[in-house]
């Protein structure tokens, strides 16, 4: 795998170096002191990935991935101190293109081995993604035979998102009002740990309720629930939430596919789904299952998209009725539901 660095402290790069130096089939390809060289580099040789810093003398990764993925696009992975700390920061990145952060691993004798296995542990299931070489197992929902009666659940609107996601969430949030009849289901590929903080700024900009999706919690008009674990967020057959572990190798987490599937088993009144950017595949299998069980299924659109990946592959299943820029949807959303 041919990875490149892009940071501005000599110990940060050497840190990084070691801990690709550790695995036989890592190459670094070239190292770049700040975003702007990172783009004249990547232009030249593009890597199958970078290790993007977030704050930079010239220009800072943000800026710098927004520029990468226009230009000369590739799998971009932030690397930079207390992501913690920057969560705002990260996730403007991540709605230019960048897949997920870690936390840069520090040399010597305070150095944390745990550090260095996360960054590993981000560049295999990035290295999976990008050479689609993971054994994606199809989830198949076995159907019951009998459904319980909900008469009183509310009209469901489920949304998958991955690469570029934040952005395009944040467009579709912003301007639904108060009285958004609407319950709202919301997966994004993010890790854990930025869960809580991607709530937060979804909730900043926007008047319904952005919250954690809860184990045994129910879908609730007016509010958007999200996933917050590395576990799947799944309806169970008394149209409660749960996480769930399987597809335990699934390199996506949490997914889009099993949320959909879940619902399509599950959920039987049919709501709107919603698939947007992202790499890869996942979500677009869910989407037609929900098309079939008469779901008003929408992909967004490749010029609005980061990485045309989800929606594309839904799009060539036939899963989607429209295909919208984030705006399009929001609007469709409002004059549905208010």
Not at 1 to 19: G, K, L, P, Q, T
Not at 127 to 155: C, M
Not at 156 to 185: R, Y
Not at 201 to 207: G, M
Request: with cysteine.
């Amino acid at each position: 795998m041919r990875i490149a660095i892009v940071n501005d402290m000599v110990i940060a790069i050497e840190a990084i170096r070691r801990v690709l130096l550790s695995v036989a089939d890592y190459q670094v390809v070239w190292v770049a002191k700040d975003g702007a060289e990172a783009i004249s580099k990547c232009v030249q040789n593009t890597p199958d990935l970078i290790l993007m810093d977030l704050f930079m003398p010239v220009m800072d990764g943000i800026e710098a991935t927004r520029q990468i993925m226009q230009k000369s696009p590739c799998a971009v992975l932030i690397v930079t101190a207390d992501i913690k700390q920057s969560a705002a920061k990260v996730f403007e990145a991540m709605s230019y293109g960048a897949l997920d952060a870690v936390n840069t691993p520090i040399l010597g004798s305070y150095g944390d081995p745990a550090m260095t296995q996360a960054l590993l542990r981000k560049i295999s299931t990035i290295e999976k993604l990008i050479r689609k070489s993971a054994h994606l197992t199809s989830i198949v929902p076995t159907v019951p035979t009998v459904f319980p009666t909900f008469s009183n659940a509310p009209h469901l609107v489920a949304i998958g998102a991955s690469t570029g996601g934040p952005k395009a969430l944040a467009t579709i949030l912003a301007p639904l009002p108060t009285h958004f009849d609407a319950a709202i289901l919301i997966v994004q590929h993010i890790d854990a740990q930025f869960a809580e903080g991607l709530i937060d700024w979804l909730n900043d900009q926007t008047a319904i309720v952005v919250k954690k999706a809860e184990i045994g919690e129910s879908p609730t008009q007016g509010t958007a629930l999200v996933a917050c674990t590395d576990d799947h967020l799944a309806m169970q057959v008394n149209r409660t939430l749960t996480y769930i572990k399987e597809p335990l190798y699934y390199p996506y987490r949490p997914s889009v596919n099993v949320l959909f599937k879940s619902l399509g088993q599950y959920w039987r009144t049919p709501g709107t789904a919603i698939l947007l950017t992202g790499m890869g595949r996942d979500g677009a299998e869910g989407l037609s299952v929900l098309h079939q069980q008469g779901w008003y299924t929408i992909a967004q659109d490749q010029i609005s998209s980061v990485v045309y990946g989800m929606p594309k592959a839904a799009i060539e299943l036939q899963a989607a009725v429209e295909v919208w820029n984030p705006t399009e949807i929001a609007r469709h959303l409002i004059k549905k539901h208010s």
